[in-house]
């Protein structure tokens, strides 16, 4: 055991290149500063989670270059204890168990933290998933956090492009025009006006069906495509092309000053 012990730090990583950052406020209504990974380093590698514990030589994992590094300590227990515990926590960290929401890297590097150092990984990154759940339209990104979870689960590093489904959290709002009535009658009439302007929501089996829903949905979906294909060129970033696919979208129906 080294009596001057081994260093731990933390390497922190954006999965979405910075395009988290970037579309998250239009697209969560708040700010999030990453899509985070991260791998702990000590002993000179670097161990992470992603289709099994996994370990590289520090500085040489396929995530890159960390954005931030954070100090976690100092431990002196020795490597070989270290990885006996990690072969006795690996039937508890595989691809299968792997789940981008609830058991994903940060959590195993939150395991050996506490393990190591008997401290935990920064409440920014563990606090993740349920910031961005708890925000008013994180259940509409599911299906990106799905793409992205059977990237890891391969072992694999996401692209900038597989955050398309981010978009399908876009959405428009109704101009409101406030009028001020000159008296009850005045107001009566102006409620019958807009209960006629209204659109009749339907019912299918007994389940209504919002027409303005329907639209905005379909909205979105023409924006995640326009997005994708904007993407395959490959001649803009992943934030430019967003921009870019909104307002073409958003042209075709009359509405570029919405996109500006």
């Not at 515990?85 to 590097?109: M, W």
């Not at 759940?133 to 994180?138: A, E, I, V, W």
């Amino acid at each position: 055991m080294s009596e001057e012990g081994h260093r731990i730090t933390l390497n922190v990583y954006d999965l979405s290149q910075g395009l988290a950052h970037q579309l998250s406020t239009a697209f969560l209504g708040k700010a999030i500063g990453g899509m985070w990974h991260t791998g702990v380093v000590v002993y000179g590698n670097e161990y992470y989670f992603g289709g099994g514990i996994q370990q590289s030589p520090a500085g040489s994992t396929p995530y890159g270059t960390p954005i931030r590094v954070e100090e976690l300590g100092v431990t002196h227990i020795p490597q070989d204890v270290f990885e006996s515990y990690l072969e006795e926590i690996s039937p508890r960290y595989t691809a299968e168990t792997y789940s981008l929401l609830t058991h994903n890297c940060n959590n195993f590097s939150n395991e050996v933290a506490q393990f190591l150092v008997g401290t935990s990984i920064p409440d920014y990154i563990l606090q993740l998933p349920n910031e961005v759940l708890s925000s008013p339209m994180g259940a509409l990104i599911l299906p990106m956090i799905q793409q992205v979870e059977a990237t890891m689960k391969a072992g694999e590093v996401p692209q900038a492009g597989q955050f398309k489904s981010s978009l399908m959290s876009q959405t428009t709002k109704p101009s409101i025009t406030m009028n001020k009535p000159a008296d009850a009658s005045a107001r009566s009439e102006e409620a019958k006006k807009t209960k006629a302007a209204s659109p009749k929501e339907e019912t299918t089996g007994g389940v209504s069906i919002d027409p303005l829903r329907n639209a905005r949905s379909k909205l979105q979906q023409e924006i995640a495509q326009e997005f994708a294909a904007i993407m395959a060129t490959g001649t803009l970033r992943a934030s430019e092309a967003a921009a870019l696919a909104a307002r073409r979208v958003m042209q075709r129906y009359g509405r570029a000053d919405a996109a500006a």
